[in-house]
């Protein structure tokens, strides 16, 4: 004889929970920037090359900036220093 499926009891849904955006962040800026650049490239105006130097100069300010963060990381990480952010020394990491 099959067993009988046990009906869970209905319950209203759960409100959505409201979301931490950080829109004055780094990645959000790089990708606005790279958008802009890559905008201006297609559609040619009066004020396009204005606008394509302010914009090229932030995408080569914001590769600078992953380049060089890397770099710090990778530096910490050969020289056996704790890992930004994590609070754990390179050497002793849970398995």
Known sequence: MPRKR??????SPSPPQSSDWR????????????GL??????????LAFIIFYVSLFAVVFG?????TRRI????QQAQGRELPGRGIPSGKRPS
């Open 37 to 46: 650049l890559l905008g201006i490239l297609v559609a040619f105006s009066p």
């Open 6 to 11: 046990r009906r869970r009891p209905e319950t």
């Open 63 to 67: 590769a600078v900036h992953l380049i």
């Open 23 to 34: 829109w004055w962040t780094f990645p959000v800026f790089f990708a606005f920037v790279v």
């Open 72 to 75: 710090v990381r990778w530096r």
